[in-house]
């Protein structure tokens, strides 16, 4: 979820409606989620002011250091991963995904 909110883009936030619907989950499960993300101090919850019935979720400082620290985690396993593929192998490999990538954008739509 938080990777979701960062990918979001500044100012990092989302309603909880649009987070239930990208990652799948009910409303009971979206509750508990935010509930145990801004208990840790990753997300932060107010009242929408363009509209009162409804709530924004936040990205806070310390969640977009928690997901940038696990991106670049994640990056660097995945370098390592390929580093055992020759550079023609590579490229091959990069065709092929921006393929898979171009062919599938009109159907993942916002769950990607």
Known sequence: MVRRLRRAGDPFTLTPTVLARTLMLSPA?????LDRLEAAGRIARRLDPD???????????AGRAAVDAAVGEH?????????VLPAADLAELDSLVRRLSAAWAG??????
């Open 107 to 112: 159907t993942v739509g916002e769950l990607g």
């Open 75 to 83: 990056v660097a396993n995945e370098r390592d991963l390929l580093s």
């Open 51 to 61: 509209n009162r019935r409804s709530m924004l979720v936040t990205l806070t400082a």
């Open 29 to 33: 499960a979206m509750t508990n989620r």
